[in-house]
């Protein structure tokens, strides 16, 4: 069993993950994860993919926009749709 010390991250408490139990688990940087708080304890596992991660694997924003540049279906981004990358 490997033992941690809960840290301060902003306004929320932070938990490193020694380099062993990175590894045996699979975990990188990046990773999405399902948190579980429960009665003392905290379950944290791989999170699934939804559907549309799935869907667009593989490609950037960018490389969508350039895709689909000039078709009919894309516009310019206006109002709630515009995102800050």
């Known amino acids: 069993m490997t ?3 809960l840290g301060r991250w902003g306004k929320s408490l932070a938990v490193r993950f020694p380099a ?13 994860i399902e948190i579980i708080g429960r009665r003392g304890e905290i379950i944290i596992r791989k999170a699934a993919s ?28 206006v109002g709630r749709e515009i995102v800050e990358e």
């Not at 062993?20 to 999405?32: L, S």
């Not at 694997?57 to 540049?69: F, K, N, Q, T, V």
């Open 3 to 5: 033992r941690a010390t």
């Open 20 to 32: 062993e139990v990175a590894k045996a688990t699979g975990f990188g940087e990046g990773q999405k």
């Open 50 to 77: 939804s559907a549309l991660e799935t869907m667009f694997a593989g490609r950037s924003a960018e490389e969508w926009r350039e895709l689909y540049a000039g078709a009919a279906v894309w516009g310019p981004d």
